[in-house]
């Protein structure tokens, strides 16, 4: 029992990294209907800028976030303004070469800018470790819980309440329709991209301190699981890339605890197939049919 | 029936022709290793991105897995040439790395191929890293350390020879009821069923068709590179086949062939940029892509059927 | 009278809570020339897709009469229902716009040629024979509908008629006896209406097969089919030849409003 609770912390704390991540895939997909491959990558200069404004420039924890949030959301919306806009209208398997073209152009211009060496995250909060009678938690944990938590609020509320995220969902739907309302179509994209991207910039600074490593290619696998996240939610739905984000998470620290680390990924994908044969949408995704 | 014969008669004197064109350049002393290396890993591209090609580009089907059946063929050569170490060892390999990836492949296949567009991508890709997961743990498979002194039973000849045999069955494949079926469900699965076409059969049909061919790529990979791991595999190794076919044109079969030779030569030309060269490499297929969205050739294919059916034009 | 083909009996469909087609039963013989009408949104394109398996009924059987024997073909896949002999075409044209006229054509002949699977790949005689079999099929198809002089343009660069036409042309190549035809006269001027009529009655004639047509276009429906289904709230209105709808007082209501 007591394993299993703290396995649960400790699935929850990653998952919520997932998460983050997942939310900015499914975002974009959701309006363009483009797995962005660059999206880890944004993750990764997320946590590289908040290693050097802490190191450099000393910012204070909460500083370093948002800085990073706001410098991914430049990033994402440069990225899909130079990369993607042009591609709005090709076949959709073009854009998605190109996005796997800025991933290897990140991780390898990080390379080679700053060398592909490993560095520690600068601690910039101390840990400690609380003990709920047999379960330990550490404030770490506890902070990208409660930040993951707020910033998934945060997007909710932007998507269902403001005039953009209105937009937004308007254009998810039919950008053609949208457009005919008055919807500025590029606007709403790139706004999707600075959010999607923002929440990336969070995650890496909170895995820069959680994990204490940060790396050039350390966006790659845990992109390519958050757009497993983002598919087993339900691609297209926020709440679908959480769900998606915290169930990963959780079930790689379940399988890493009974002794099968080696298979921990396969066990991931072998649950995404299942889930997309049961539910071939995603948990959260609505089914469309073709009509005949 | 002339043009035909006389088509196969221009693609065959080809065939023959690039054969001892490189058979003298290397006699010459021209290709030295370097070189043959480059023609090599060219050649085991194009039987990789032709069988991938096949899936995506005429059957409509977008597969992200197709470094795991490579794997298949590569691991059956692997474990098998260091018993049997002769030719017919390396060819037994091979067929036994085929049979085993035909089972994957139905086995991924059946019940995967229902999923649409992208959710099939990336469920495939899941497939191709379990099969990749279950190599690094085995023991047979010597886990993530791989295999190491895999005899050289492949030559460039032998490649060039396969990949010659490997293009001529897709071809036939795609000019085919078969061929016709897959492009039908392709353009529209719901007309291509109310025409009393079994769709999944036909999907299946062509993935496991790709997969064979997949597996035929990596057992010349592991019998020529003569060393192989599982990371060998990974994600970026089916992406890499998959950059290969949009770069030459999603249902080009010529274009995965240019494709192949440029990337493969602009690889072997950015050898000496050290750490510039991935840079220089992504950036290139941003900016290909991005003024060629069609990639380099669209569908073009390049046939000796039309150009003699506009002779017969012309003459009239 | 006349042999029974299919018969569909007390069809049920719901989506979701609406009741698209409720209790419908229809029979068709074999050589009729059938004519199912009602106003938009009354159910007619459901109706077809339930009897082609596009669409799976939530009620009722489906029963064709084929040479094995009657089959009951509800729950069975449209490619099922469609080797059983029964075809048709779409109301938004589904062609294989990339793909050639000729191909078009030959697709819809796939399970009447094996050629087989290896020796497709490794082109023995028996390929050859079986492809040159098939084109010489679908030629003879496209030559009788006047499209010779297109069967090496691809699908998508035909005027809108001619790929109407093109259409039923594939329909025709499964060698089907039951045709349906969802609105062939959609978007044509009268002249062309005209001929499509013709054409209509000439392939239920030569090819001695039952065509079911959805139409909107009273004239058409009403010189050229034998019965007719009158379709309203996806419930059945009327049935019977074309005089009896025409004083039908149930249909004339639907049709012209409260006040005929």
Redesign the interface.
């Known amino acids: 029992m007591q394993t299993i609770g703290q396995q649960l912390i400790n699935g929850l704390s990653l998952g919520s990294i997932y998460a983050l991540l997942a939310l900015g895939y499914t975002m974009v997909y959701g309006i363009i209907k483009l797995i962005n491959f660059a999206h880890g990558d944004i993750y990764m200069l997320g946590a590289f800028w908040g290693y050097y404004v802490i190191n450099v420039l000393h910012f204070s924890f909460i500083a370093a976030m948002l800085s990073a949030m706001l410098f991914c959301a430049l990033v994402g919306v440069i990225i899909e303004y130079c990369a993607y806009r042009p591609l709005r209208h090709s076949p959709r398997i073009t854009a998605l070469i190109t996005a796997i073209g800025v991933s290897f152009l990140l991780e390898n211009g990080m390379s080679y800018l700053f060398t592909a060496n490993t560095r520690s995250f600068p601690q910039v909060i101390k840990t400690v470790t609380y003990h709920l009678g047999s379960l330990q938690i550490s404030n770490v944990q506890l902070l990208i819980l409660g930040t993951a938590c707020g910033l998934m609020l945060l997007l909710e509320l932007i998507i269902k309440k403001t005039t953009m995220g209105k937009a937004m969902r308007a254009v998810a739907v039919d950008p053609t329709a949208a457009q005919l309302v008055g919807i500025n179509l590029n606007h709403t994209i790139s706004f999707t991209f600075a959010l999607g991207s923002a929440m990336a910039g969070a995650a890496g600074v909170l895995i820069g301190l959680y994990y204490n490593s940060i790396d050039p290619l350390m966006g790659m696998t845990p992109g390519i699981k958050a757009f497993v996240a983002a598919v087993i939610g339900g691609i297209g739905s926020v709440p679908g890339a959480s769900l998606g984000g915290f169930i990963i998470g959780i079930l790689e620290t379940a399988v890493q605890a009974i002794g099968l680390s080696a298979y921990k990924d396969a066990v991931v994908y072998l649950v995404l197939i299942v889930i997309l044969l049961v539910m071939p949408a995603g948990i959260f995704g609505k089914n469309v049919k073709e009509k005949? | 029936m002339r043009t035909r014969l006389k088509a196969n008669l221009v693609w065959a004197g080809l065939m023959i022709f690039g054969f001892i064109l490189i058979d003298g350049l290397e006699f010459a002393g021209i290709i030295n290793t370097f070189i043959e290396n480059m023609l090599v890993t060219i050649g085991i591209n194009v039987i990789l991105a032709i069988g991938l090609n096949l899936i995506i580009g005429f059957s409509g089907q977008f597969s992200l897995g197709h470094a795991g059946f490579m794997a298949i063929g590569a691991y059956a050569t692997g474990i098998i040439t260091p018993t049997i170490t002769t030719i017919g060892g390396f060819y037994l390999s091979m067929f036994i790395g085929v049979i085993i990836a035909i089972i994957a492949a139905l086995i991924v296949g059946i019940p995967t191929l229902r999923l649409r567009g992208d959710y099939l991508a990336i469920a495939t890709m899941g497939a191709a890293e379990i099969i990749r997961l279950l190599i690094n743990n085995l023991k047979i498979t010597n886990g993530a350390a791989g295999i190491f002194n895999i005899p050289a039973l492949a030559s460039w000849a032998t490649v060039y020879v396969i990949m010659c045999i490997t293009t001529i069955?897709t071809v036939?494949?795609i000019h085919?009821?078969?061929g016709?079926?897959i492009?039908?469900i392709r353009?529209?699965e719901?007309?291509?069923?109310?025409?009393?076409?079994?769709?999944t059969r036909w999907k299946l049909?062509a993935f496991v068709f790709g997969a064979a061919t997949a597996a035929v790529g990596g057992s010349l990979h592991a019998a020529y590179i003569q060393t192989i791991a599982p990371s060998d595999f990974n994600i970026m190794a089916s992406i890499a086949i998959l950059i290969i076919v949009v770069l030459g044109g999603v249902g080009s079969i010529t274009g995965t062939f240019v494709a192949a030779i440029v990337l493969g030569a602009l690889d072997t030309i950015l050898q000496n940029f050290g750490t510039l060269r991935m840079i220089i490499y992504s950036l290139a297929l941003i900016l290909i892509m991005i003024f060629k969205p069609a990639g380099l050739l669209g569908t073009w294919e390049l046939s000796f059927k039309r150009f003699n059916r506009q002779e017969v034009a012309d003459h009239e | 009278m006349s042999s029974p083909l299919l018969t569909a009996t007390q069809l049920v469909k719901n989506f979701g809570g609406l009741n698209a087609i409720s209790n419908v039963s229809v029979h068709f013989d074999q050589n009729e020339l059938i004519g199912l009408i009602g106003p938009n949104g009354a159910g007619k394109?459901t109706l077809f897709?339930l009897l082609?398996g596009?669409?799976p009924v939530s009620a009722g059987t489906i029963s064709l009469y084929t040479d094995h024997g009657v089959k009951t073909v509800n729950g069975q896949?449209?490619?099922q229902v469609?080797?059983a002999g029964v075809?048709?075409t779409?109301?938004n044209i589904?062609?294989?716009?990339?793909?050639t006229v000729l191909?078009n054509v030959?697709?819809?002949m796939?399970?009447h040629?094996h050629?087989g699977?290896i020796s497709?790949?490794?082109?023995t005689p028996k390929?050859y024979r079986?492809?040159t079999a098939?084109t010489v099929a679908a030629e003879k198809l496209i030559a009788i509908f006047d499209l010779s002089a297109v069967a090496d343009q691809p699908a998508k660069n035909l005027p809108y008629g001619v790929q109407r036409r093109l259409e039923i042309v594939?329909?025709l190549?499964?060698k089907p006896k039951l045709l349906f035809l969802d609105e062939p006269a959609a978007g044509m001027n009268p002249e062309e209406t005209a001929d499509l009529t013709r054409l209509i009655r000439q392939i239920q004639q030569d090819f001695h097969i039952t065509v079911v047509l959805i139409e909107h276009d009273m004239s058409l429906v009403m010189t050229v089919v034998e019965r007719l289904y009158v379709l309203e709230h996806g419930a059945l209105l009327a049935e019977g030849t074309p005089r009896e709808i025409q004083q039908n007082p149930a249909v004339i209501k639907a049709y012209l409003g409260g006040d005929a």
């Open positions: 005949v | 069955m036939n494949f085919s009821r078969s016709r079926a492009m039908a353009e529209d719901i007309a291509a069923e109310a025409m009393g076409l079994n769709t049909a | 394109t897709n082609t596009v669409t896949t449209p490619a469609a080797q075809s048709r779409f109301q589904r062609l294989f716009k990339e793909l191909d030959r697709i819809a796939t399970n040629y050629e699977f497709s790949l490794l082109r390929f079986t492809e098939m594939r329909a190549a499964t």
